[in-house]
């Protein structure tokens, strides 16, 4: 079983604003990809689940053009309050790095 | 088909661009030069405190060769978010360096200052109106947050400098502004569909950013026409592909199909990607939706204490396998100390502790799935906050002594159960600023909120 990390280009997290964190899952070419979303491992519901946040409140796009999923959450922490330990929501996407995904 | 120009000199002013990139951008003959100076994205303190993000020598270096560019071609130079939050400190700080660069090569241009610093007055006049709604999710608002708030921005859009630059402004310097408003000004201006105009404005607003491999921060070129817009980086050696245009949309948004501006909504659902050569792009079937109001986004920062931090390690295994009963016990008995120290003066409303705990959850918080393992050692930070520096650093002084000897049940006699890589083992971090306000308001004109001064270099 391959790791999400290993099949895409890219996997980051970041702020979309002070009130927003974004993940964003990008892919080289078309066909991993599709087999990235086919495998169901990356959706709305499993995000919810791995990040422990309410399903409702997780946008969840598929960029075809992009070749990329993106997901939005409301930031645990608005940034740079007492309690959030990165500022710039840069360090959150480290659990989607290992996610397996079945061949 | 009407064309006009546009370039971006690099993602974030201050951070640079290859002057080669540059003359190459100045080859081409925009119609307008734009360079973004700021966001939200290092945090509260910038807006608070009026903290700068770069240098003056490399915001200067920045402005220096955008100017040499304008000068030759005279046409509009636009600079946003000046002095990274937009407050008015940072339209007063570009200004004087514009103006010492003006002296020293002997320019002349009309300079528009465009400030969005919010009057207090008139948002609590709004908010009893009902004209400030909150965006998800949002904080609490009321007169008193806004009263106490250290600085409010509202963020502007195209309005006021498309304004600015109809008035003969040559260099416009704004205070804070959304990142593609700056590029949509002239587009919009000289009347090309909005659709490609803010599409593009978006694409060029982080540089580089949407290059296949963004090697450093740079400049890249928009041509924008009346169904469409062409881009291409000014580094012969940089590409933009249809994918890295695409994925542009990704970053720093929520939804990247449809982003907020003041006047409506930049929407690329239906966007086309086309490779125009191995290293451009041309991008069809972008819209802009004209919403029926105006609404200006505020961000507002204030102040919330004076801090003093304190680093540490711990390697120790008796004290890991009961780490958050160890800081629990440490910190319950510390409240006592604390009584004692300022003879009751200081009560434990009056301050703050907090210890994150590096090597289990310190990045993540209560997202962190593998928040119940644990190394074999961990990285602690104490952050004491009070209302007044002194008090932090007092109390913090007391607690670094006090937490190094609190003992464990499994030892008998004096332990040392923290290490400290810095001595003395206290920092005054000084003030530290929350963002406490995300909300919009509907005002009546889109230029009511910002106040443009003019004058002759």
Same mark, same amino acid.
């Given at each position: 079983m391959a790791k999400l990390g290993d099949l895409a280009k890219l996997i980051r997290s970041k702020n979309a604003g002070p009130f927003v964190l974004t993940f964003d899952v990008m892919f080289e070419d078309d066909a991993t990809y599709r087999k990235v979303i086919d495998s169901q491992v990356l959706s709305k519901a499993g995000f919810a689940a791995l990040y422990r946040v309410p399903q409702e409140d997780v946008l969840f796009v598929e960029h075809d053009a992009a070749k990329a999923i993106k997901i939005s959450i409301p930031r645990p922490y608005v940034q740079c309050d007492p309690d959030d330990g990165d500022a710039y929501g840069g360090q959150q996407h480290g659990p989607l790095v290992d996610l397996e995904v079945p061949e | 088909m009407k064309e006009v120009k546009v370039l971006s000199a690099t993602g974030m002013l201050g951070s640079g661009f290859m002057e080669s990139s540059f003359e190459r951008g100045i080859s081409l003959k925009p119609d307008v030069i734009g360079c973004d100076g700021g966001s939200t994205d290092g945090g509260p303190a910038y807006l608070g405190a009026g903290e700068r993000y770069f240098s003056k020598e490399a915001t200067k270096r920045d402005v220096r060769l955008m100017m040499a560019g304008r000068d030759k071609l005279d046409v509009p130079l636009i600079i946003g978010s000046c002095g990274m939050a937009g407050g008015d400190s940072g339209v007063d700080w570009m200004r004087?360096? &514009?103006?010492? #660069? *003006?002296?020293?090569? @002997?320019?002349?241009?009309?300079?528009? /200052?465009?400030? %969005?610093?919010?009057?207090?007055?008139?948002?609590?006049?709004?908010?009893?109106? @009902?004209?400030?709604?909150? /965006?998800? +999710?949002? +904080?609490?608002? %009321?007169?008193? #947050?806004?009263?106490? %708030? *250290? $600085? =409010? &921005?509202? &963020?502007? @859009? $195209?309005?006021?400098? &498309?304004? *600015? =630059?109809r008035g003969g402004a040559q260099i416009v310097l704004c205070g804070r502004a959304t990142d593609t408003s700056l590029f949509a000004a002239v587009p919009l201006m000289k009347g090309v569909d909005a659709g490609p105009a803010w599409h593009a404005a978006k694409t060029l607003e982080c540089g580089t950013a949407a290059t296949a491999q963004r090697k450093r921060p740079d400049s890249i070129f928009a041509w924008v026409r009346d169904d469409h817009f062409d881009v291409e980086p000014m580094d012969p050696e940089s590409r933009c592909t249809p994918q890295s245009v695409a994925s542009h949309t990704l970053y720093e948004n929520a939804d990247p199909f449809l982003i907020t501006e003041p006047d409506g909504t930049i929407d690329s659902t239906d966007s086309r990607y086309e490779a125009l050569s191995d290293r451009s792009v041309r991008v069809y079937g972008s819209r802009f939706r004209k919403a029926d109001r105006i609404t200006i986004k505020l961000e507002g920062a204030v102040l919330d204490g004076y801090q003093t931090v304190i680093i540490a390690g711990i390697r120790e295994p008796f004290i890991l396998r009961q780490l958050d009963s160890w800081l629990a016990a440490m910190q319950a008995k510390f409240a006592d100390r604390v009584r004692e120290l300022f003879d009751g003066k200081v009560g434990p409303n009056d301050y703050k502790i907090r210890v994150r705990v590096y090597g289990r959850d310190g990045v993540m918080g209560k997202l962190e799935p593998r928040a119940d393992e644990l190394g074999h050692e961990v990285g602690l930070l104490f952050t004491i906050t009070t209302a007044r520096q002194e008090t932090s650093r007092a109390i913090a002084k007391t607690l670094s002594h006090f937490a190094l000897h609190f003992p464990i049940p499994e030892w008998r006699g004096l332990i040392s159960g923290l290490a400290f890589p810095l001595t003395p083992p206290e920092l005054d971090k000084g003030p530290v600023y929350r963002f406490n306000l995300h909300h919009i308001v509907v005002p009546e004109d889109p230029l009511e909120m910002f106040r443009t001064e003019t004058m002759e270099v």
């Open positions: - | 004087d360096i &514009v103006l010492e #660069i *003006a002296r020293e090569k @002997g320019y002349r241009f009309r300079l528009a /200052l465009i400030r %969005s610093e919010q009057d207090k007055e008139y948002l609590k006049r709004r908010y009893r109106e @009902g004209r400030i709604l909150p /965006l998800k +999710p949002a +904080p609490p608002i %009321s007169e008193e #947050i806004i009263d106490q %708030s *250290a $600085h =409010i &921005v509202g &963020v502007m @859009g $195209h309005e006021p400098i &498309v304004a *600015a =630059i």
